[in-house]
Structure formats: structure tokens, C-alpha cells
């Protein structure tokens, strides 16, 4: 029972916000800064998940994204991923996207603000990560999930999506 309680707690599932994805820069992989609207593709539906080289569970959801992205029911939805590792690990992070050859593009928030900014528009209190944000295509999060479990990561993005498709 005492398990259950922490893995609700770690993985919180679907919740719905009437708020937008605030404003943010942040930078790409060759060091340039990048605002929200040029991260977002319109007409997309994206997920952010954020993610540190030294968090193991981070690595395992980066993993699964990886066998989601190219699965029929993810076609559609444009994955990024978002270091908050410290500015002197950038470049571990880098290596570690790079080797692991994700097709998505990463993004450096070593200043943890668009971090910040999910966080406080979702009135979360836990810096635990990894953090996954579902946003539609208008820029509206609709989902948010904290930590990772692999058995009910991919149907908890599929409700997210499905709750989109049927607005």
C-alpha cells in the first residue's frame, strides 16, 4: 500500500489547466537563445519532457520516448527534450543526447526558467523530475506527469492526446 501512495505520488497523471505555456527563452544546442513560439510547432500537439544527466529514472523516460516516437499513435506529436542540468554538465548533456541519437531536438535551461515557469502555472511544488508537459496546438498544457513508470507512461500521453483530439 505504502508503494502504491509513493507511485501515485511520483507519477501524477492528467490534470487540466486552462493556462498557456508562458513566455521563455531558452537555449538550443549550438548556443543560440530560442523563444516559446519558435520551440512550439503550431498545428502540433508537443511534449516537454525535462530531464538532468544525473537522473537515472530521466534517462529511462528519454528511452521510451524514443520507442513512442516512432510508433503510429505519436506520429503527430513533436517531442522535445529540456536539460536543467547546470551550466559545467551542458556539455555531458549534449554527449549523452547526441550518443543515444534522439530524434528530437534539445534545449538548455540551465537557469531552470521555463522550469520555473511550468511549475508555478501548474501550481506544483515538487522540483522532482523527470516532468513530462503535454501542450496542444494552441500552446494550452493539458497534461503534466511527474516521475516515470513504464507501464503506464505511454497511456497516460495517449489520454492527454485523445482529451486534444476530442476538444
Not at 525535462?50 to 505519436?74: G, H, V, Y
Not at 503535454?134 to 500521453?157: A, C, P, S, W
Request: hydrophobic share 40%.
Amino acid at each position: 500500500m505504502k508503494t502504491l501512495f509513493f507511485v501515485l505520488l511520483a507519477f501524477h497523471s492528467f490534470l487540466s489547466f486552462s493556462q498557456n505555456l508562458p513566455e521563455f527563452q531558452a537555449k538550443n544546442v549550438a548556443g543560440k537563445v530560442v523563444s516559446r513560439d519558435s520551440i512550439l510547432s503550431q498545428n502540433k500537439i508537443t511534449v516537454i519532457n525535462f530531464w538532468a544527466t544525473w537522473c537515472s529514472p530521466c534517462k529511462l523516460e528519454m528511452r521510451e520516448i524514443n520507442k513512442l516516437s516512432s510508433q503510429l499513435d505519436f506520429k503527430d506529436i513533436q517531442f522535445i527534450s529540456v536539460s536543467i542540468d547546470e551550466a559545467k554538465d551542458i556539455e555531458a548533456a549534449k554527449t549523452y543526447f547526441k550518443t543515444s541519437k534522439y530524434p528530437w531536438k534539445l534545449y538548455l535551461d540551465t537557469n531552470k526558467e521555463l522550469l520555473n515557469k511550468v511549475l508555478a502555472v501548474t501550481e506544483n511544488t515538487s522540483t522532482a523530475i523527470p516532468i513530462s508537459i503535454v501542450i496542444d496546438k494552441n500552446g494550452q498544457i493539458v497534461g503534466y506527469h511527474t516521475g516515470f513508470d513504464v507501464d503506464t507512461y505511454r497511456t497516460e500521453l495517449l489520454h492527454d492526446i485523445d482529451l486534444i483530439k476530442n476538444k
